[in-house]
């Protein structure tokens, strides 16, 4: 396993994907019961994520960059547990949400496995989620059904635009304990034709003796466990925010599995993030 560590500040792009990545778990008890609760909050931060190239690769890389913090409570548009996203409707036992998420992916162009391959890029996912409470007075607690399609966008690298879409349905638990919140998140993927042989296909132009052609499919894309921890600290009027997550992906029994591309079938990713609240 190769280890990459960070060496340059994240370009824009990647900055973006960082923020999206990490505002969930910084985030997370945004919908405590708390009487009052200002609409906007500013903050200025450090944020640090490590995982694989993709899944199915051996080498890891980390990354470390400056983050900006921000919180918007609109009544449409929100930027809380779920990250950025927008309420169509919503009731204690039912939600309809427009949702994004994202993946951190910079310096393929170093992968051995991609050799002479185009580079991947980061990803930026949005769409809509149909989200079930299952028990809980709302979904701030307890255990509740995301069933979300996701359209998947590629960012900062030659072949950039929509690279395919996935469907994520997941249970997802969230709980508070004394000054922490804690989530927890099973899910399993189904991805598109194209999603697949973006990270998976080798067309003929790039097969070498170590790397056969391969043609990706659609289908079942594997399973993974999410854990996040996340605090807020208050001391004589300064606030700060502590986020940690650790993510664990299974891709055995899944057709991916037969590409050169993919020599592991499992992978573990986590990020870390802190943050001071300036207004």
Request: charged letters at 20%; glycine letters at 8%.
């Amino acid at each position: 396993m190769k280890v990459s560590l960070f060496e340059r500040h994240l370009p824009g792009v990647q900055l973006l994907i960082l923020i999206l990545l990490l505002a969930p778990f910084v985030q997370a008890d945004e919908d405590s019961d708390k009487p009052q609760q200002k609409n906007w909050e500013l903050g200025l931060g450090l944020g640090a994520v490590a995982g694989p190239d993709y899944r199915g690769s051996d080498e890891y890389r980390s990354f470390i960059s400056p983050i900006p913090y921000f919180i918007y409570r609109g009544k449409y548009i929100r930027s809380d547990r779920e990250g950025v996203r927008g309420n169509f409707f919503r009731t204690d036992q039912y939600e309809f949400t427009l949702s994004a998420s994202a993946s951190i992916t910079p310096e393929t162009d170093k992968s051995t496995l991609r050799e002479g391959m185009p580079e991947l890029g980061s990803t930026f996912e949005l769409g809509p989620s149909f989200n079930i409470n299952l028990s809980g007075d709302d979904f701030s607690r307890g255990w509740h059904l995301q069933l979300p399609w996701r359209a998947v966008f590629a960012l900062g690298a030659e072949e950039s635009g929509y690279i395919g879409s996935i469907i994520q349905p997941q249970l997802v638990y969230r709980t508070r304990f004394s000054e922490w919140t804690f989530s927890y998140r099973a899910g399993i993927t189904y991805a598109s034709n194209d999603y697949h042989n973006y990270y998976y296909s080798v067309v003929p132009e790039y097969v070498t003796a170590e790397r056969p052609e391969f043609r990706a499919k659609a289908g079942y894309s594997g399973w993974n466990n999410n854990f996040s921890l996340s605090r807020r600290f208050s001391h004589q009027g300064f606030q700060t925010r502590f986020a940690f997550f650790i993510r664990y992906d299974n891709i055995e029994h899944t057709d991916i599995t037969d590409s050169p591309l993919v020599v592991e079938d499992h992978s573990v990713r986590g990020g870390i993030a802190l943050i001071w609240v300036i207004k």
